[in-house]
């Protein structure tokens, strides 16, 4: 069975003055398998948050089912809802004048465990995420990354199986943001949980996650492996340097073709192409050569997902 499974949701907000609807989200489908980490990457306003809080409940759908573990978060709320972990931005799921232990403790008995059993889940947390030496310290007095940790220690006290984490290594320095992004791995990995990310960092996604879902104006435009995501991209980028500059009736054939930039010096041209389908790199460069151009270089450009994202995610004008 699934661990999460979206099914045609939707969420519409009213404007300010109430005239327009927002369409925050828009018939997202999604079905996650347990011990997965699947990060939602998207612009501002893509519609991440919204579907993270649809999915802990703290959003109602305007349409759509979110199944947790089999469980409805609309009918079967309670037993829904025991098994999801959720981290907001921000860290708000803490008090900051409680010290990370007290916050443990506090979390742990309102949602129904027993103290000893707290006990030996808050120590473990402790040590995984590095707080012990500090658990008495005032929550409020610690670094950014520190007070992320507590708050996802927090969300993890009552051993969910599903944990949502918003923008979770948003303004933490390098080094915290990899220790915290190395932890997430672990948690997944080595304790079977499922994971959900928000995030507009693709370094972020690209390292943690292990499916994609790329989210623009409330929809999932691409969800699949990086590694899958990365080869699509790997065929359809490429550079030719060649010597000398195009005339424009060529210029005009090459950009019917495919999507294409000229960069000239007068010396030499670099043209970078997107290439659909691979059989298209042959026809460039039957092209070039009818046109007598002489070809001195033809590169793969390198891979990242930025590349991918940016080809999907256009520019906002
Ligand atoms: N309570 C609300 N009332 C009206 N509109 C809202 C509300 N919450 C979100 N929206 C709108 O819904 C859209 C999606 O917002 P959401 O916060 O889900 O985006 P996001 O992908 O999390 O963005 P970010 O990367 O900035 O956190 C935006 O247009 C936002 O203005
Ligand atoms: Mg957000």
Redesign the pocket.
Same mark, same amino acid.
């Not at 900051?96 to 027993?114: A, D, Q, T």
């Given at each position: 069975m699934f661990m999460l499974k979206l099914e045609e949701l939707r969420k519409e907000?009213k404007s300010f003055l109430g005239k327009k609807k927002?369409i925050?989200v828009d018939k997202i489908d999604l079905e996650v398998q347990p011990g997965e980490i699947v990060g939602f990457l $998207?612009?501002?306003?893509? $519609?991440?948050?919204?579907?993270i809080k649809m999915i802990c409940g703290l959003v109602n759908p305007t349409k759509g089912q979110v199944l947790i573990d089999g469980y409805d978060i609309k009918n079967e709320r309670k037993k829904a809802l025991k098994k999801i972990g959720v981290v907001l931005?921000g860290s708000r799921n803490i008090y900051w004048r409680l010290s990370p232990y007290e916050n443990l403790r506090y979390f742990g008995n309102i949602r129904g465990m027993r103290t000893k059993q707290i006990k030996t889940k808050i120590d473990k947390l402790l040590h995984f995420f590095n707080l012990y030496e500090r658990k008495n310290d005032l929550t409020q007095k610690l670094s950014r990354g520190m007070q992320q940790k507590v708050a996802i220690s927090v969300a993890l006290v009552t051993s969910p199986l599903l944990l949502l984490l918003d923008?979770p290594v948003l303004g933490l320095d390098p080094h915290s943001s990899n220790e915290l992004q190395e932890r997430i791995i672990k948690i997944a990995k080595e304790e079977g949980k499922t994971i959900i990310i928000?995030t507009?960092q693709m370094d972020v996604a690209q390292k943690v996650c292990d499916r994609i879902a790329i989210?623009n104006k409330?929809k999932i435009v691409v969800c699949d492996t990086v590694k899958k995501l990365l080869n699509l991209l790997e065929a359809q980028h490429y550079e030719f340097r060649i010597e000398g500059s195009l005339n424009s009736e060529c210029k005009d054939k090459l950009s019917k073709i495919s999507h294409l930039e000229i960069n000239e010096d007068g010396i030499e041209t670099l043209i970078s192409i997107n290439i659909i389908n691979s059989s298209l790199l042959y026809d460039i460069i039957n092209l070039l050569k009818s046109e007598g151009v002489n070809i001195i270089e033809i590169r793969k450009q390198e891979v990242n997902l930025e590349k991918l994202y940016f080809q999907i995610v256009p520019e906002r004008k």
């Amino acid at each position: 069975m699934f661990m999460l499974k979206l099914e045609e949701l939707r969420k519409e907000y009213k404007s300010f003055l109430g005239k327009k609807k927002i369409i925050a989200v828009d018939k997202i489908d999604l079905e996650v398998q347990p011990g997965e980490i699947v990060g939602f990457l $998207g612009p501002n306003g893509a $519609g991440k948050t919204t579907t993270i809080k649809m999915i802990c409940g703290l959003v109602n759908p305007t349409k759509g089912q979110v199944l947790i573990d089999g469980y409805d978060i609309k009918n079967e709320r309670k037993k829904a809802l025991k098994k999801i972990g959720v981290v907001l931005e921000g860290s708000r799921n803490i008090y900051w004048r409680l010290s990370p232990y007290e916050n443990l403790r506090y979390f742990g008995n309102i949602r129904g465990m027993r103290t000893k059993q707290i006990k030996t889940k808050i120590d473990k947390l402790l040590h995984f995420f590095n707080l012990y030496e500090r658990k008495n310290d005032l929550t409020q007095k610690l670094s950014r990354g520190m007070q992320q940790k507590v708050a996802i220690s927090v969300a993890l006290v009552t051993s969910p199986l599903l944990l949502l984490l918003d923008e979770p290594v948003l303004g933490l320095d390098p080094h915290s943001s990899n220790e915290l992004q190395e932890r997430i791995i672990k948690i997944a990995k080595e304790e079977g949980k499922t994971i959900i990310i928000a995030t507009h960092q693709m370094d972020v996604a690209q390292k943690v996650c292990d499916r994609i879902a790329i989210i623009n104006k409330g929809k999932i435009v691409v969800c699949d492996t990086v590694k899958k995501l990365l080869n699509l991209l790997e065929a359809q980028h490429y550079e030719f340097r060649i010597e000398g500059s195009l005339n424009s009736e060529c210029k005009d054939k090459l950009s019917k073709i495919s999507h294409l930039e000229i960069n000239e010096d007068g010396i030499e041209t670099l043209i970078s192409i997107n290439i659909i389908n691979s059989s298209l790199l042959y026809d460039i460069i039957n092209l070039l050569k009818s046109e007598g151009v002489n070809i001195i270089e033809i590169r793969k450009q390198e891979v990242n997902l930025e590349k991918l994202y940016f080809q999907i995610v256009p520019e906002r004008k």
